[in-house]
């Protein structure tokens, strides 16, 4: 199993630009989430779904779409960068219906906005 | 999803017990306690968790106290590689428990 795939690995974008941030998982968990990470502090939850069609937000949903078509992906879109939105981001999954299952992450994409 | 409170930092000389405190006062009966621990900016690395009871697995040992408002993970032989940031979680037993991280512990094994 290779986990969970986060890609690009690095980007850089221009104030305005939109792109989208790739994460699949090939363990079949139910619950996917993403997460930011800005320099020196702790991970706050951008948006998470429970399981195919179902999507909600978290702490700092402002600025990113998400949707989840497939089991397997979630991607997270952000619709016009800002350089606020300059951070790492982290998917994550978990066994949705255990309830109790730990999170597995992603290594991470690390992106600025000039 | 209760609140935690960590420490900010740690030291622990190496081959001694790390002991990490995690104060979750507001824990709810059906909220489990979850460590993780983050090593330089790999994404955070799954460690133990427990409910009422104290668990141990190969990596640490989850001690819960009674009233389950607080909690230490233990590392019982620390090593350089340890240094990380530990973050302590609760989270409600459901599909839709969601995971709220604070800013964590930063520990520094020294030798």
């Known amino acids: 199993n290779a986990g969970v795939t986060q890609t690009p690995k690095f980007q850089v974008l221009k104030t305005g630009q939109s792109m989208t941030l790739q994460c699949a998982q090939d363990m079949n968990h139910e619950y996917m989430s993403w997460y930011r990470q800005d320099p020196g502090m702790g991970l706050r939850l951008i948006h998470y779904?429970?399981?195919?069609?179902?999507?909600d937000q978290g702490e700092v949903p402002n600025g990113y779409n998400v949707s989840r078509s497939t089991t397997e992906d979630f991607p997270l879109r952000l619709l016009s960068a800002a350089p606020s939105q300059t951070s790492v981001y982290f998917c994550?999954?978990?066994?949705?219906?255990?309830?109790?299952?730990?999170?597995?992450f992603g290594n991470g994409t690390r992106l600025t906005v000039t | 999803d209760a609140k935690t409170t960590q420490p900010t930092s740690m030291d622990c000389a190496e081959g001694r017990a790390a002991n990490l405190p995690c104060n979750h006062s507001t824990i709810s009966g059906n909220e489990y306690v979850y460590w993780y621990r983050q090593i330089h900016s790999q994404g955070p690395q799954y460690i133990i968790h427990?409910?009422?009871n104290n668990e141990t697995n190969e990596m640490a040992s989850l001690i819960i106290t009674e009233d389950r408002k607080s909690s230490t993970l233990i590392l019982p032989h620390a090593t350089l590689r340890d240094t990380a940031v530990y973050y302590c979680i609760v989270r409600v037993k459901s599909n839709a428990g969601k995971s709220t991280f604070g800013d964590g512990t930063t520990l520094t094994v020294k030798p």
């Open positions: 779904s429970v399981g195919a069609g179902i999507t």
């Open positions: 427990g409910l009422k």
């Open positions: 994550a999954s978990r066994v949705g219906q255990a309830g109790n299952s730990p999170l597995h």
